[in-house]
C-alpha cells in the first residue's frame, strides 16, 4: 500500500510532539537554540542545496568555494583570515579532526609513532572518544577557578606529546583557560595547540565591552596567539546556525593525510558525504547578522546571566561568579519540567542561550521558592 504524505506529515508531527520545546523557556541545559533564520528562509536555502554532497570535490566546486568562504570569514574574528578548515558536524568531529590531523603531522614531521596528548581535566567528553582509539591523553589538573593548571599542563608534556588541547569556554562551567601562557609553552617546545572554542569561539569575540569587567577572567584565545595550531568554533551553538554545523579551522593547513580514493574527488575531512546546506545557512547568517548582530545577541544572553545570578543571590542560593553565558549554582531541587545539567560537584549548570528570557529566569525563580 502507498502511503498518504500528509498522513506520514502527522505521524511526524506525531514522534515530535514528544521533544521538548525551546519556545517553552524550560531548556536552559542546551547549548543550541533556535537559528537566526526563521523556517521560510530556510526552506529557501534548502532549496538550493538540499542535494549538494559537498564532500565530492569533482561535483560542487561552486559549493566547496563557499565553504572556504565560511572559514574565511570566521577566521577573520578568530584573528586570522588565512585560516583552512571545514564545516564539520559539529565539536565532537572538530576535536577528533583536529586531533587526527596533529597525530599525523607528529609522525611525519618527528616520527611520533604512539603519541599522546595533553588536556584539561575539564575536556569535553569528545576527548574521552578519542581515547577510546588508542591515544594516550593525559589529563592537566584544574585550579581552584576551573581553568587549567598551566603548571600542571607543561609538567606532562613530554617528547611524544603530538597535540596539547586548550578550552575557550569549558562545557560546565563556560571558563576560559590562560591560552596566552599555554601558547608560549607550545610555541617554545614546538608542540601543536588545539583549542576548544565550541561554545566560547562565538562568544567571547563579541561580548559588549561594558561586560567584561562584571565577568570573571574572559581571556584571549584566538590565532593572535601565536601559538595556536587549530580552533574548534560550532557556528550551531553561539553562531545561530542550524544543525548540525561545527567548525573546524587550521593556522596553516599543510597536506599531511595522503589520501587518494580512487572514486571521488575530496579532500580529507573526518566524515565523507557531506550536506553543503548548513555551510550555506551558516554563510546567510554570518552575512546578515554581522559583528553587530553577534554583539547584540551575546549582550543579552550575558546580562540575563547576570540577572539570573542576582536573582538566585537575592534568595541566598550559593552561585559562581560566570565567565561567559554559563551560571553555575547550588539547588537541592528544580521544579518539575526543566531541562537543566549538573557539575561534576554538585552545581547545577544553566546555559543562558539566546532563547532563555528574562521572562523564563523569573518563572524558574519563583518555582523555585514554591
Ligand atoms: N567542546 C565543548 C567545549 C563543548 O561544550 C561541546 C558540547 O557541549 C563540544 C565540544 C561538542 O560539541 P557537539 O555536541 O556539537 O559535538
Known amino acids: 500500500m502507498v502511503r498518504n504524505f500528509e498522513e506520514i506529515l502527522r505521524e511526524l508531527r506525531k514522534f515530535r510532539e514528544n521533544d521538548m520545546d525551546y519556545g517553552d523557556g ?46 574565511r570569514k570566521i577566521g577573520e574574528f578568530l584573528g586570522n583570515k588565512r585560516a583552512e578548515g571545514y564545516i564539520t558536524t559539529g565539536g565532537t568531529e572538530s576535536n577528533i579532526f583536529a586531533i587526527m590531523y596533529a597525530r599525523m603531522l607528529g609522525l611525519k614531521e618527528k616520527g611520533i609513532i604512539h603519541g599522546n596528548i595533553v588536556v584539561p581535566d575539564s575536556a569535553h567528553f569528545s576527548f574521552q572518544k578519542i581515547e577510546m582509539m588508542g591515544i594516550e591523553v593525559k589529563r592537566a589538573e584544574l585550579n581552584p577557578d576551573r581553568t587549567v593548571n598551566v603548571e600542571s599542563l607543561e609538567k606532562l608534556i613530554d617528547d611524544n606529546t603530538f597535540a596539547v588541547v586548550g578550552i575557550a569556554g569549558n562545557t560546565e562551567y563556560g ?10 609553552i607550545c610555541y617554545d617546545r614546538d608542540v601543536f595547540l588545539h583549542i576548544d572554542a565550541a ?8 561580548i559588549p565591552r561594558k561586560y567584561i569587567k562584571e565577568l570573571y577572567e574572559v581571556r584571549s584565545f584566538d ?25 573546524i579551522l587550521f593556522r596553516d593547513f599543510k597536506e599531511v593525510f595522503n589520501l587518494k580514493p580512487h572514486y571521488i574527488q575530496a579532500k580529507c575531512t573526518l ?11 551558516t554563510y546567510a547568517t554570518l552575512e546578515l547578522m554581522g559583528e553587530r548582530g553577534f554583539r547584540k545577541v551575546v549582550g543579552e ?25 554559563i551560571l553555575n549554582f547550588r539547588v537541592e531541587k528544580i521544579p518539575d519540567g526543566y531541562a537543566l545539567s549538573s557539575t561534576r560537584d554538585g552545581y547545577r549548570r544553566a546555559v543562558i542561550m539566546p532563547h532563555v528570557k528574562r521572562d523564563n529566569i523569573d518563572s524558574f525563580i519563583r518555582l523555585l521558592s514554591e
Request: glycine share 10%; with cysteine; hydrophobic share 35%.
Open 223 to 247: 590565532f593572535k596567539i601565536k601559538g595556536v595550531s587549530s580552533i574548534t568554533v560550532d557556528p550551531h551553538k553561539m553562531g545561530m546556525s542550524i544543525i548540525p554545523s561545527g567548525g
Open 271 to 281: 566524515t565523507g558525504t557531506r550536506s553543503a546546506f548548513p555551510v550555506a545557512v
Open 199 to 206: 561554545f566560547g569561539g562565538f562568544v567571547i569575540p563579541f
Open 26 to 71: 524550560r531548556i536552559m541545559s542546551s547549548m543550541c537554540t533556535p537559528p537566526f533564520l526563521g523556517p521560510e528562509e530556510l526552506k529557501r536555502i534548502f532549496d538550493i542545496f538540499h542535494a549538494v554532497n559537498i564532500g565530492d570535490s569533482r561535483i560542487s566546486r561552486g559549493s566547496q568555494e563557499l565553504e572556504r568562504e565560511v572559514i
Open 175 to 184: 571558563r576560559v583557560d590562560d591560552i596566552r601562557s599555554i601558547g608560549e
Open 301 to 325: 544572553c550575558i546580562e540575563n546571566t547576570l540577572y539570573f545570578r542576582e536573582r538566585l543571590e537575592r534568595r541566598g542560593v550559593e552561585t559562581l561568579h560566570p565567565t561567559l553565558n
